[in-house]
């Protein structure tokens, strides 16, 4: 596909700010087709066959970020994926929890396609402990546990939050405070996205 007929929002913010839940609205009100990193590394890690399944499975439970070739080879084939089966080569793609390290987001805006904007949900670490401690009594995620979720907080301050102050100084990302409800948070994206993207 060309970067000039694809869309691209990354969706950032810190585990548990929101993102998958945003995005799946998105998706219904916008027209986006929705990718999240991790959702692809949790699939390739079952994927019967991959080459990469342990090494996903550790990096996960630790909180580390996978080697980017892994996830911009994910990435990469899902939108292709994605376009081939609606017959395109047009579409507007939310690229939810990536890039979160700033040589990822080079390599991806590089080789893959540049993003039009990034969405930034802006969450403090309470809260965003809190619903992954509640999630954490039924998600099944390997890293929805205290000890794995201190390390995902930590590896966002030091490693992720760079990309979001790198995204904000060009101009490209756009904040939103995600401690209100799913709801208000809706609405504040969507006002954003409409000025933004039209
Ligand atoms: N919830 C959501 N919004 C709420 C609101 N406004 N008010 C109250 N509750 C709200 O939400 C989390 C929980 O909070 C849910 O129970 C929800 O109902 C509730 P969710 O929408 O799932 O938040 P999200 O930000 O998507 O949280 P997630 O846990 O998915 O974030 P992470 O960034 O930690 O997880 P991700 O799947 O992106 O990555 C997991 C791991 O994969 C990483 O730690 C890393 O090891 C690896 N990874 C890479 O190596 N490279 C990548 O590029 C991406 C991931
Ligand atoms: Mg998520």
């Not at 000039?4 to 700010?17: E, Q």
């Amino acid at each position: 596909f060309s970067p000039d007929d694809v869309t691209v929002v990354f969706v950032l913010g810190g585990p548990g700010a929101g993102k998958g839940t945003q995005c799946e609205r998105l998706v219904a009100e916008h027209g986006f087709t929705h990718l999240s990193a991790g959702d692809l590394l949790r699939a390739e890690q079952t994927r019967p066959g991959s080459q990469f399944g342990d090494l996903i499975r550790d990096y996960i439970k630790n909180g580390l970020i996978v080697p980017m070739e892994v996830t911009i080879q994910l990435l990469e084939n899902a939108m292709k994926e994605t376009l081939d089966a609606k017959k395109t080569t047009k579409g507007r793609f939310l690229i939810d929890g990536f890039p979160r390290k700033m040589d990822q987001a080079h390599k991806f805006e590089d080789s893959v396609c540049p993003a039009k904007l990034v969405l930034f949900y802006d969450c403090p670490e309470k809260v965003m402990e809190k619903r992954l401690m509640e999630r954490g009594k039924t998600s099944g995620r390997a890293d929805d546990n205290a000890e794995s979720i201190r390390k995902r907080f930590r590896v966002f301050i030091e490693t992720s939050m760079p990309v979001v102050d790198y995204y904000e100084q060009v101009g490209k990302a756009v904040k939103v405070d995600a401690t209100p409800t799913p709801d208000k948070v809706f609405e504040k994206t969507d006002k954003l996205l409409k000025e933004r993207l039209g």
